[in-house]
Structures are given as structure tokens and as C-alpha cells.
């Protein structure tokens, strides 16, 4: 019989951040820090609009770029949060979470061989997409001696006349890395000197947790909008995964090229979810401040906790993940994870899920109450006692 499968697709490898949760969901009294979700449930009073609008009958396809009221929630917001102005009609479109952005502007913006710099380690879905897309990956490797982020140097050197796009991802999956203003002034510079475009994923911009300072969008930076998509949603703000609901922002001529994979693929983002988020917009600060003041809670505490076993970790200021190396214990960090879940029943993600330039570090999420981290992470401490002490083979 013919071989009835895309080479491209056979050869890109499934999510290396399902592997252990898929161990883990197997076995007994384990704890789980592997999964980027809030612990949180969605605020009764999103839920409610929820639901009210099902019994309202709301059920219908809206529009395919979404309703209008929610387009007009989300370009206030992005004003009254990071001083973003968009055009509703034109310039908004409402996606099935961020991931369905991030892949129909890949496949509106790339041809055949274009190449896409993504910095790594970096979420999962940046390099198939643009292979899905027909670009070219360019990888970027973020160092810990500059906190993992993207220097201009570095982007430079990796330029060529066939670059086209920028995978911007901060705050950073699984890092927790950010870029403050003046990191991001130095890589626009870049972007405009060599005619690039940016895609900037903003998914966690609502969770950093530098003192007086807010999350900076590189498209708020002069000249930077007409270059830059900007891909935001409700997942992680407003611990609404379920709800699949994302949105993406940028250049008109950029949008309706993305419209036109959206309409054909999708037809619409789910009904009760735009609904819902309309509602989120309009009186959810107050959840999302009171979630942001926890995860840094959570946060504090597990750097607290490694300085004390004297496990290396660069202190992260956004997203719920901190990206402790493992680097000490020579051995993969698939290999660490694997023995760790075995030995101590704790599920972490190996950094290397993320790009080989995470290899030697794993990730760990604390979209997770205080309580359950406290156990995990006495369970690491032990693990790694134990390592050091040679009880454990390494």
C-alpha cells in the first residue's frame, strides 16, 4: 500500500511536556509540576457569563474574526495595560487559544524557505509550526549568564538575507525569563535596521513580577507595531485553558491573510467563550492581580527553597515556571526527570522538551498551591541529597 503519511509531519516529534504527565497520570501519590495551568478555577463571575449566555441560546457561529464586543474589550484593555492601540474591525482577530494564532500567522507570513529565528528554550509549538508552514527554523540559544534573554548580538549573528520573522516568546515558557524595555529598544533596533517582522507571544504578560515595572510589548516600542503580531489570550491571565480562547493583533494586510486559514480551518472561536471573556475583560483585573500576588508567593518560595538545597536556578521574573539546572548530577535532563518521578513520585519536564539548549535544566511549574509545592519539594531535596550522597546513582 502507499505510504499514506507527510513526511514533515512523521519526522516532527510530539510534545516532549506530555511524555511525563502521561507517566504520571499512571501512577499513584504522585505530585505533578510539569503542566503550565492554573490551579486556579475561572472566577465565578467569567463562568457565569458562561453560562448565561447558553441559556440565553447563544449558540450561533459568530463572525469569523469574533464578536465585536469582545474586539472592542480587548483593544481597551491592551490600551489601559500596556498603552497598545488597535483598530477592533481591522486589526483584532479571536483564535482558538494563542496556538491557533501562532500557527495561521506563520502560515500567512511565511513562503518556502523563510527563515524564522526562535530563541530557545521556548515553548514546544514555535518550530513545528513554521515547518508546517514552510519555513526554515533558525535556532537562537538563550544563556543563562544573561538571565535567558535575547541579546542583540546575538540576533545579529543570526540574521540572514533569507530571515524573515522573529519568534519573540517573553515572558519566557519554561524560563520565566523576561525583557524589560531597554532589552527590547536594543532587539527592535535590529528588527527594523534588517527589515524583519516580529511575532511576539504575550500569552504571560499579565504574570511578572519585577517591583514598579509592568510587562513592556515590543509593538508599543516607535516603529514597532506595522512589524509586530501580537498573540495574547485568557489561558494563563484568567486561568481560562479550557475555554480555548486567544487573540491576535498587528497589521491589517498582515490579519486578513489570517483570517482567510482561520475562516477555512475554524470558521469561529467558541461562542460562550467570547462571551465569557467579554466579562473577564470588563471585571477581571481584580482575579488577575490576586493570582499574579500567589504565583509570586509560589515564586519567592521556590527559590527560597533551592537556595537551601543548593540547587542552581537564576531568579525568573515572569510566567509560573522556574528552570533550575541539573547540570551538577551528569546526567540528562531526561534522564533526571525519569529518576526523579521513579524515585520520589515528583513530575518535572526536562528542559531539553524545549529545545536542545535546554538540556541540563528542567522545568517546573508552580501553577500549583503552596501546599503541594512544599511536598514536592521536600521529596526534591531528598532526590538530590540522595544523589550527592551517592545513594543514588547518577
Known sequence: MRNPLSKEIVN????GIRKFFDIASEMDDVISLGVGEPDFDTPWHIRDEGIYSLEKGRTFYTSNSGLNELRIEITKYL???????????????????????????????????DEVLIPQPSYVSYEPCCIL????????ELKAEHDFRLTKEQLELAITPKTKLLVLPFPNNPTGAIMEQ??????????????????SDEIYAELTYVEGKGHVSIAS??????????????????AMTGWRLGYACGPKEILEQMLKIHQFAIMCAPTNSQYAAVDALQNGDEDVALMREQYNARRRYLMHAFTQMGLECF??????????SIQEFGMTSDEFATKLLMAEKVAVVPGSAFGLSGEGYIRISYA??????????ARVDKFITDLRNGKLRG
Do not use: C, Q, W
Not at 12 to 15: D, E, F
Open 12 to 15: 516532527i516529534k510530539p510534545s
Open 79 to 113: 490600551k489601559r495595560r500596556f498603552d497598545l492601540e488597535y483598530e477592533y474591525k481591522s486589526e483584532t482577530i479571536i483564535t482558538v487559544g494563542g496556538s491557533e494564532a501562532i500557527d495561521i500567522a506563520m502560515r500567512a507570513m511565511l513562503d518556502p524557505g
Open 133 to 140: 508552514a514552510g519555513g526554515k527554523p533558525v535556532i537562537i
Open 182 to 199: 531597554a532589552d527590547l529598544e536594543a532587539v527592535a533596533e535590529v528588527v527594523k535596521a534588517h527589515d524583519l517582522f516580529v511575532l
Open 221 to 238: 516600542l516607535p516603529g514597532m507595531k506595522e512589524r509586530t503580531i501580537l498573540i495574547n489570550g485568557f489561558s494563563k491571565s484568567h
Open 315 to 324: 531568579e525568573p521574573f515572569g510566567a509560573f515556571y522556574v528552570f533550575p
Open 368 to 377: 500549583y498551591s503552596l501546599e503541594n509545592l512544599k511536598i514536592a519539594l
